[in-house]
């Protein structure tokens, strides 16, 4: 239910808040952890979950967590709507009922394609998607690889439209070297 979604939502911030206020104590923990488990060869650990905490150093403020708070659903939903949206570009409506929730659903799996490190998730995008068009709401493969294609295509070309005058302006030397 949305109640339930809300709850995770809100014990989701309050862990993060937590993480952040506690960094230092969090990476003593991993590091006794790994100690106590005779795993110092991985003491990598320590290193990458300190470096992930620092990544949420930029919301320490109050005004900060309140934005992240209110503009993710916010996010989220602008996600889901496109996703919808694609369905009903495709004509997909007509083939199986689909609703907005069908596309927070494709949203919410695809997310994890597009987490995996291949160069603009090239193939798993496009595999989470048919998966779960095909398995979730029902769909035919070929419709389900023209969706994750088309959507895929989409939401990469604002970003190529937008590099290309960049790296004319910077060129591609100085471009990449602010990375």
């Not at 014990?11 to 808040?17: K, N, Q, W």
């Not at 230092?24 to 470096?51: D, N, P, Q, Y």
């Not at 694609?86 to 987490?115: C, E, P, Y």
């Not at 048919?130 to 035919?140: E, H, I």
């Amino acid at each position: 239910s949305i109640y339930f979604g809300l709850f995770i939502l809100l014990i989701s911030f309050v862990l993060l808040f937590m993480v952040i206020k506690f960094q230092t104590k969090i990476v003593l923990w991993v590091e006794k952890f790994l100690g106590l488990m005779r795993l110092s060869k991985f003491s990598k650990a320590t290193e990458i979950t300190s470096k992930v905490i620092d990544g949420f150093n930029s919301i320490k403020t109050k005004r900060n967590y309140l934005l992240t708070f209110l503009l993710s659903p916010l996010l989220w939903f602008t996600y889901a709507v496109g996703s919808y949206v694609g369905l009903l570009a495709l004509n997909m409506h007509k083939i199986q009922s689909v609703d907005l929730s069908s596309g927070l659903i494709i949203m919410s799996i695809t997310t994890f394609g597009i987490m995996i490190p291949i160069p603009g998730s090239t193939g798993s995008y496009h595999a989470f998607c048919k998966s779960v068009l095909t398995m979730f709401l029902g769909f035919d493969v070929k419709i389900s690889l023209a969706y994750a294609v088309i959507t895929h295509l989409l939401n990469t070309i604002p970003f190529v439209i937008i590099s290309i005058p960049i790296l004319l302006k910077k060129g591609l030397k100085k471009a990449f070297s602010d990375f």
